[in-house]
């Protein structure tokens, strides 16, 4: 972490030392991820035995918001939970792509979209303690059709809801994808503080 990454409180403060990697054993790779293994020694000198999922993509996501407040939102299958989850657009982009691209190409993959404006949302460490998964998402405006290419192996439905009502179902338990979430609360705060167009926080906190 860089220190101008770090929050106002941690000035000053002092922090135990890093962990330390003892070794690296690949127990194993695919196209999309590693899992390594690692003897290694803990902050308080403890020795320990580490596993860590290392992720060949950084996960990215948008949330298309409309000029009347409205986003649209992509529902599909998924393996690993085996539920039906509705997100905003999402996807993975290669470490060696610029994560912008990669998220502008599955906006228009997913959603049939493409869009003017772009403002950088959130970048987040998905599970910091087992991963070193990146997430990166952003709010984008301004939007037109775009030819759809869906991944073969996804059937995905598209609809188009208020942002309000968006933020109703993620309070109800029924939208629990951990980007969407995220930055669904983080479209509400910049509306509520003037981080976005006038026009545009105006849509997106009233009703449609």
């Known amino acids: ?120 949302a959130l970048e987040v460490e998905m599970s910091n303690s087992i991963t070193d998964e990146i997430g990166m998402t952003w709010i984008a405006w301004g939007l037109s059709p775009a030819a759809t290419d869906p991944d073969p192996t996804e059937i995905i439905a598209v609809v188009r809801v208020s942002f309000l009502d968006l933020l109703d179902e993620i309070g109800r338990g029924t939208v629990r994808d951990s980007l969407t979430v995220a930055t669904a609360y983080k479209a509400y705060h910049m509306a509520m503080n003037g981080e976005l167009p006038e026009a545009l926080a105006r849509a997106l906190l009233g009703r449609v």
């Not at 470490?95 to 404006?117: M, S, T, V, W």
Request: charged share 25%.
């Open 1 to 120: 972490m860089r220190k101008s990454d770090e929050p106002k409180w941690a000035e000053g403060l002092t922090k135990p030392p890093a962990w330390c990697s003892d070794g690296t054993e690949t127990v194993f790779d695919s196209p999309w991820m590693a899992l390594t293994r690692h003897p290694a020694t803990a902050p308080t000198g403890i020795k320990a035995d580490y596993a860590v999922v290392r992720f060949k993509n950084v996960g990215t996501g948008v949330l298309p918001v409309h000029d009347d407040g409205t986003v649209t939102l992509v529902g599909q299958q998924r393996f690993a939970h085996a539920n039906y989850s509705w997100e905003m657009p999402e996807g993975g982009a290669p470490l060696d792509e610029d994560p912008f691209n990669g998220i502008r190409r599955e906006l228009a993959e997913e959603a049939g979209l493409q869009a003017k404006h772009w403002l950088p």
